[in-house]
């Protein structure tokens, strides 16, 4: 199932996802445009939408970061006219390639089928018609979106929290990312039966493990933790204690090196290409042999397993250990530079 947009907002929709690739061919930067689209979105609202859509800057709020869909704030896109959400869209385009909006859209639709599999299993009906709801995600905005002003939003719902934080003259922060899936795989019968909205995700790792030899495959394994037990991503902060877990990318092969660099590019490749572009250049500043890979549970496809890839300032986890192995968890954390952190010290020193 789709967004449930009516008709009259698809010309709306083109126009807004088309807005941020016109604005590209200009020159505009990622910043740019996600400033241009905020302010137009946030020029929309009446007051009772903006009151529920818009924070301070400094509030609290910008800093909570939900992989539960319990407790979001901001504005609903069920309380937006189709205008709005057709703004909201253009937003969240500025922001991602066209690759990571088709993929964030498709997290959403797939409340269709979290609402089926919720009917065959223990929740009762009203209470799953209530939650999943592909219009069930919320917006909040956090400052005035203007030129030469720090800003940011969150956009999050059902298996997705997406977070942008813009300082003047830098490139905006997009961390935390949380990606989530489920069903892992849409069953045989099913309409969309066989989409597998995080199989990038979890081939390209599973690819990389397969191809390690035995000794530093055996490297690179974690002891198997079933429901969530090594995942590590869920807080306000991320940080690890100790040595990082795994196989050292040092230590691989030229092509198996060449395998997880691709696993991380599938992660980046969900921001645009100046804000993908520029995190590499912070891997490859920090020192890409310094990444480390480590694999729990199962090789076997459909089976449980976890995965995780740390360098010095990121972590990326893939999280689908419970006992159905129908359950994914996704998310890229930085250790300073979550919720902008990082450059938004760089913006104060340098201008203050």
């Known amino acids: 199932m789709g967004l449930r947009i009516g008709p009259r907002a698809w010309a709306l929709l083109l126009c807004a996802a088309l807005a941020p690739l016109v604005a590209g061919s200009t020159g505009e930067s990622s910043a740019e ?26 509030d609290d709020e910008r800093f909570d970061l939900r992989l539960a869909p319990i407790l979001l704030e901001g ?11 057709a703004q909201t869209r253009a937003l969240l385009a500025a922001g991602l390639s066209p690759q990571g909006l088709a993929k964030v859209e498709t997290i959403m639709s797939l409340e269709g089928e979290v609402e089926r599999l919720d009917r065959e299993g223990w929740m009762p009906a009203w209470i799953s018609r209530r ?20 800003w940011g939003f969150r956009f999050d719902g059902h298996h997705l929290s997406l977070n942008y934080t813009v300082a003047p003259g830098e490139v905006p922060s997009a961390t935390p990312l949380f990606l989530g899936g489920q069903p ?3 069953p045989a019968g099913w ?18 493990y397969l191809a390690l030899a035995d000794e530093l495959r055996a490297r690179a394994t974690l002891p198997f933790r079933s429901d969530r037990g090594h995942f590590l991503g869920g807080g306000r902060s991320v940080r690890l204690e100790g040595p990082p877990a795994g196989l050292g990318r040092a230590a691989m092969t030229p092509a198996q ?33 310094t990444i480390h890979f480590a694999w729990s549970g199962s090789d076997v496809p ?14 990326i986890e893939f999280d689908n250990s419970e006992a159905r192995a129908d359950h994914i968890h996704a998310v ?9 952190m990082d450059l938004l010290a760089d913006h104060y020193q340098r201008e203050h």
Do not use: H
């Open 33 to 58: 445009r996600l400033t241009r689209a905020g302010a137009q979105l946030l020029a929309s609202l009446d007051a009772e939408q903006r009151a529920d859509l818009a924070y301070a800057f400094t």
């Open 75 to 85: 504005l609903k896109l069920r309380d937006m006219t189709e205008q709005q959400r």
């Open 131 to 150: 939650f999943r709801d592909p219009l069930r995600y919320y917006l909040a905005l956090f400052g005035e979106p203007e030129a030469g002003a720090a």
């Open 184 to 186: 892992r795989e849409v």
């Open 191 to 208: 309409e969309r039966a066989g989409l597998r909205v995080l199989a990038d995700e979890e081939d390209a790792a599973r690819g990389l």
């Open 257 to 289: 090196q060449a395998a997880l660099d691709a696993l991380i590019d599938v992660y980046l490749a969900n921001f645009t290409r100046e804000i993908a572009d520029a995190r590499r250049e912070g891997l490859d500043a920090a020192g890409r042999d």
């Open 302 to 315: 459909g089976e449980p397993c976890y995965y995780r890839v740390t360098g010095p300032t990121f972590l």
């Open 332 to 340: 890229w954390r930085d250790f300073v530079g979550d919720f902008g």
